[in-house]
């Protein structure tokens, strides 16, 4: 009897051992294909996102360039840009594919695009939202169904129109939207703002500015606190500007931060493997804790005190603000980006047309 008792009492602790290992913290494949590299996610509540990427993930920003007369030499960005009549040569195919999901991620439906040469979006919620292709600026306003061209992706400098130029676009409300560059001419940071309609409202920084005000842009956030104002992450400290990026201003203490994140009460910020909180104005930031993590790249949140971390193979979590973390069970491929709406549900994207999803109810 106390034999048996002794082998139910084993039993019982290795169970709950190898339970614990891999308790709740699980991701399931749920990709729709195999081919697309994705590169974003966006989830606008717990039902209904969109991922996004290309066929190839082999450079596709070739410079189109057509001489102008008659141009000032000066930045200069405008929708009556005319037409380009030269030829861009790119021998490696460059696929935009969209996905969006209704039901949190347990399945996914194409998009139809109307452009090739994805580069990056920006939902406002889960019917506006806006694409920046290589050939100009794409607005939905139903979800993906339709798409208008709103605005060229080309710049005129130096006496010649540059297309392919804007890299990135974030829009922080229907009406206030950013786009940038860090690799203009090799190498020069263009930041400017425009409107729901495409149109240039302030051209923020570029290579003509001596010194530029911002060099190099890592991101841009808006700060629910004070909705008028956005966060700018740039290559030295974190700026804070109006929706309209006028006069960006530095705020003391801050790094060239990767990412940030707001949990609801507090903002969380990644440089390298150290990660910052600051109150929730974003103004008064401290370090808090270093991540167990060579390299952090992927930072994200799910409110409170639930905070995500990833170096594109391993995710690491924490449910205590960012002092403690537990690394998630593995997910045996590379992720790109993560995005958690909240703690009960989570999406992770990479190479290969991989879409993970993790949910704690199930």
Same mark, same amino acid.
């Given at each position: 009897m106390k034999k048996l008792l002794f082998i139910l009492t084993l039993l019982a602790m290795l169970s709950c051992k190898k339970e614990n290992e891999n308790p709740k913290y699980e991701w399931t494949d749920v990709s729709p294909e195999s081919e697309t590299y994705f590169r974003d996610i966006q989830m606008l509540n717990d039902n209904v996102g969109y991922v996004a990427g290309t066929i190839s993930n082999e450079p596709t920003d070739l410079t189109c360039t057509q001489n102008l007369t008659g141009v000032t030499c000066q930045i200069s960005l405008d929708n009556t840009i005319p037409d380009l009549s030269c030829i861009v040569t790119d021998p490696l195919p460059s696929a935009s594919i969209m996905y969006k999901t209704e039901d949190g991620g347990k399945s996914w439906n194409q998009v139809t695009l109307p452009f090739s040469k994805y580069k990056h979006m920006s939902f406002v919620d889960e019917h506006l939202g806006f694409v920046l292709s290589g050939d100009g600026l794409y607005k939905t306003t139903d979800g993906g169904q339709n798409w208008q061209k709103i605005m060229e992706n080309s710049v005129i400098y130096d006496h010649t129109i540059k297309s392919n130029t804007f890299q990135k676009v974030k829009f922080t409300g229907p009406d206030n939207g950013f786009l940038y560059t860090n690799y203009f001419m090799g190498g020069s940071c263009i930041l400017v703002s425009v409107n729901g309609d495409g149109a240039v409202k302030k051209v923020i920084s570029n290579p003509v500015q001596i010194p530029a005000p911002i060099s190099f842009v890592n991101g841009i956030e808006r700060n629910p606190v004070h909705p008028e104002e956005v966060f700018i992450l740039t290559s030295k400290n974190l700026f804070m500007s109006n929706a309209d990026g006028d006069n960006p201003e530095?705020?003391?203490?801050? %790094?060239? %931060?990767?990412?940030? $994140? %707001? $949990?609801?009460?507090?903002?969380?910020? !990644?440089?390298?493997?150290? &990660? *910052?909180? *600051?109150?929730?104005?974003?103004?008064?930031?401290?370090?808090? *804790? $270093? !991540?167990? !993590?060579? %390299?952090? *790249?992927? &930072?994200?949140?799910?409110?409170?005190?639930?905070?995500?971390?990833?170096?594109? $193979?391993?995710i690491y979590l924490s449910e205590d603000g960012g002092l403690k973390f537990r690394q998630m069970s593995k997910t045996g491929v590379e992720i790109n980006e993560i995005c958690f709406p909240s703690p009960k549900t989570g999406i992770a994207v990479g190479p290969n047309g991989r879409i993970l999803r993790y949910s704690s109810a199930e």
């Open positions: 530095q705020i003391p203490n801050t %790094y060239p %931060y990767e990412k940030i $994140t %707001y $949990t609801g009460k507090s903002w969380y910020a !990644l440089h390298a493997k150290i &990660l *910052s909180k *600051s109150n929730p104005e974003g103004k008064i930031w401290n370090n808090i *804790s $270093t !991540l167990p !993590l060579n %390299y952090c *790249s992927i &930072l994200t949140s799910a409110g409170e005190d639930w905070i995500c971390v990833s170096d594109k $193979t391993g």
